[in-house]
């Protein structure tokens, strides 16, 4: 079957076995016949797409925070390609707003965070992510699309997820502000000075 070619070929190129699983269901997503297969593959992506979140939340939690020189650009880069297509329901717009500032974080660690926040935070509805620097320190803020106060927006993060978040970002060198319940979050780490 030349999917199973294409799958052996590229396999080793995806990182791992979910990334492979995940490429599986995209080609048999092209020779489904029924709604039921449909909805079958699409709760397997879903599925797949939860377990590869924890993965690397555990491979975070298990790392030593290693701060180097980070910059803006490289970082939304690393995330856009962190961002899974199937993991948020709406698009989600990475942007830097101003000059490629340079901040010291951990690198895997502020992809994987800014993803994590961003999926949780844009599964209802799409926004931006805009990166700038201010007042000594880089920030990363998340902004939901439209007007944050509409009724088509769910209430904020869950608590017990915002501490959680709030206590990886501590940990890797940085820090979450804002309120959530708003509509914006930030996450704010030292800028390197010139």
Same mark, same amino acid.
Request: aromatic content about 6%; proline content about 3%.
């Given at each position: 079957?030349?999917?199973?070619?294409?799958?052996?070929r590229y396999?080793?190129?995806?990182?791992?076995? !979910?990334?492979?699983?995940n490429?599986?269901t995209?080609?048999?997503e092209?020779?489904?016949n #029924?709604a039921?297969? #449909?909805?079958? !593959?699409? #709760?397997?992506r879903?599925?797949?797409?939860?377990?590869?979140?924890m993965?690397?939340?555990?491979?975070? @939690?298990?790392?030593t925070?290693a701060?180097?020189?980070?910059s803006?650009?490289?970082s939304?880069?690393?995330?856009?390609?962190?961002?899974? =297509?199937?993991?948020?329901?709406?698009?989600i717009?990475?942007?830097?707003?101003?000059?490629?500032? @340079?901040?010291?974080?951990?690198?895997?660690?502020?992809?994987?965070?800014?993803?994590?926040?961003?999926?949780?935070?844009?599964a209802?509805?799409?926004?931006?992510?805009?990166?700038?620097?201010?007042?000594?320190?880089?920030?990363? @803020?998340?902004q939901?699309a *439209?007007?944050?106060?509409?009724?088509?927006?769910?209430? *904020?993060m869950?608590?017990?997820?915002?501490?959680?978040?709030? !206590?990886? =970002?501590? @940990?890797?060198?940085?820090?979450?502000?804002g309120? !959530?319940?708003?509509?914006?979050? #930030?996450?704010?780490?030292?800028r390197?000075?010139?």
């Amino acid at each position: 079957m030349p999917s199973d070619l294409y799958i052996l070929r590229y396999s080793h190129d995806l990182g791992n076995c !979910l990334s492979v699983i995940n490429l599986l269901t995209i080609v048999l997503e092209g020779g489904v016949n #029924t709604a039921e297969e #449909t909805g079958y !593959l699409a #709760t397997a992506r879903k599925q797949i797409g939860c377990i590869a979140i924890m993965q690397l939340r555990l491979v975070l @939690r298990l790392r030593t925070p290693a701060s180097t020189v980070l910059s803006l650009s490289s970082s939304l880069e690393e995330c856009r390609s962190l961002q899974r =297509v199937d993991s948020a329901e709406h698009e989600i717009d990475w942007t830097v707003d101003g000059p490629d500032e @340079r901040f010291l974080g951990d690198a895997h660690a502020v992809s994987i965070i800014l993803v994590e926040i961003a999926d949780r935070w844009f599964a209802h509805g799409g926004g931006i992510v805009r990166a700038c620097a201010r007042e000594g320190n880089v920030h990363f @803020r998340m902004q939901r699309a *439209g007007d944050s106060h509409s009724a088509q927006f769910p209430p *904020g993060m869950d608590h017990e997820v915002q501490a959680e978040l709030a !206590l990886l =970002v501590a @940990r890797f060198g940085g820090i979450l502000v804002g309120d !959530l319940d708003s509509g914006h979050v #930030t996450v704010m780490y030292p800028r390197v000075s010139s």
